[in-house]
């Protein structure tokens, strides 16, 4: 190994190589451009003591111009059409290095999008390519990008080069060249923006759980435990039953038995306000582009009689609106899957059958979407294998201006007589792009 290391050494200490460079500052290789070509090139060489004598411009093989010394700039007339173009330089002792590009010259002014495609999936931050060309004697003066008929980048000059970040979903882009005559065109671009999934794991082990007892006939939330008539816990780092070492186990009884049908509603705060999750999502720059919430757990039932209602929520407040994904196994009830109507406030019956295993883990798949309107997608409910696809779209309501954060809730429902019920959650998780 030192022998080795010796060499390396020695190699590395020889002097550098010796080299000669050109650089091109316009155009760039594969850019659009009109037919007369602005060329700006520099040059280098340590191979000749002398410096760089002369360089040149090849367009297709054939020498268009030339000009001495160590740069060159000019303005030449190129035919419509994809062109090989080459800047050479050429030194005092007889050595010469070049520069190759593809270069398409418009058969007419307009915008030029290289990138994205139109009708492209692609992932954020998108990179925006463009050039403009334009009838203007004095040439494009700035480009710009539009996302949804809002001006979200421009830049001076007739390149354009950007990353955006965008949210997903069908986007509406328009990449336009404001000319120095007062002129301007555009080139519409639609694309598909594929969302980048994040995942909060384990959550069952937090321990920013809030938790509220609600009962009849309001519901009105009560803390801490026990109030109206009835009982409530939570206690974290359960090792069994549990599938990963770490379960989470959720109470609710009656404290006197005069009080039935009360419920306990556990609450975890995991993006903006209040996050247990360090995303608080200060600069608002978060939620917005929220469009599609999986909630994913394991939930072992130990009482499959008294078990009335077991719940399953994503809420989300954003901009003075109000979006409950709430779904509930109505267990004792119709035996459905339920859906919340955010703006009746009432829960409505998917049809859909909820059968759960006593004395064993279930497992539960939720799949929601925002839709760009803030519409309410309830899309799937997947228990113990068996996917349903539910479908069913719901209008938000209203909040305070405030609120602004995403919530998950889990929720024990009492039976008639409030009867001891015990639950546990285990690799509890939510994605979210």
């Known amino acids: 190994m030192k022998t080795r290391s010796s060499v390396f050494l020695l190699f590395f200490s020889c002097a550098g190589p010796a080299f000669a460079t050109v650089i091109v500052s316009s155009p760039s290789n594969g850019e659009t451009v009109n037919s007369l070509v602005s060329y700006a090139a520099t040059a280098t060489t340590s191979t000749c003591s002398k410096g760089v004598a002369s360089m040149g411009i090849y367009v297709d093989n054939e020498l268009l111009y030339t000009e001495n010394g160590s740069t060159i700039k000019a303005t030449l007339s190129v035919n419509p059409g994809t062109h090989k173009t080459v800047v050479e330089e050429w030194d005092y002792c007889g050595g010469a290095t070049f520069v190759s590009m593809a270069i398409t010259v418009a058969t007419q002014t307009g915008v030029h999008v290289a990138s994205p495609a139109n009708n492209n999936t692609i992932s954020s931050p998108a990179n925006f390519v463009a050039t403009a060309t334009s009838s203007c004697p004095k040439g494009v003066a700035s480009m710009g990008v539009y996302l949804n008929n809002q001006l979200l980048e ?10 955006l970040n965008l949210p997903t979903g069908t986007q509406h882009t ?10 301007s065109s555009y080139t519409p671009v639609d694309i598909t923006v594929q969302g980048v999934e994040n995942v909060l794991s384990n959550l069952q082990t937090s321990s920013g759980w809030n938790s509220w007892g609600q009962g009849p006939p309001n519901y009105s939330d009560c803390s801490p435990s026990p ?67 999986t909630y994913n757990a394991d939930f072992y039932v130990t009482n499959i009689s008294v078990t009335q209602v077991l719940e399953f929520d994503i809420n989300m407040y954003m901009n003075g609106v109000g979006m409950i994904w709430g779904t509930q196994c109505d267990h004792l009830g119709d035996k459905d899957w339920d859906i919340w109507d955010n703006v009746n406030a009432k829960w409505v019956s ?13 497992h539960l798949t939720i799949q929601v979407q925002r ?48 009867s001891p019920n015990t639950t546990y959650l285990d690799n509890f998780s939510l994605t979210y792009w």
């Not at 200060?282 to 599609?292: A, E, F, K, Q, V």
């Not at 909820?354 to 064993?360: E, G, K, R, T, V």
């Not at 803030?374 to 309501?397: D, E, H, K, R």
């Open 154 to 163: 421009v830049q001076n000059g007739a390149r354009l080069n950007t990353q």
């Open 371 to 418: 839709e760009p309107d803030n519409t309410l997608l309830y899309q799937s409910i997947t228990l113990n294998g068996m996917t349903s696809n539910v479908n069913a779209t719901y209008s938000p309501f209203s909040v305070p201006v405030s609120w602004w954060g995403v919530t998950l809730n889990y929720q024990m429902d009492g039976d008639y007589k409030q």
């Open 350 to 362: 998917t049809g859909v059958a909820c059968s759960l295993i006593n004395n064993a883990w279930n």
């Open 227 to 293: 109030c109206n008539g009835f009982q409530f816990s939570h206690e974290i780092n359960i090792s069994s039953p549990s599938l990963s070492g770490d379960a989470t186990e959720f109470n609710l009884g009656g404290a006197d038995g005069t009080a039935p049908w009360g419920d306990v509603l556990f609450s975890l705060p995991v993006l903006g306000q209040n996050s247990t999750q360090g995303f608080p999502d200060n600069g608002h720059t978060l939620l917005p582009t929220l469009h599609n919430f």
């Open 174 to 183: 328009v990449v336009q060249e404001w000319d120095y005559c007062g002129g």
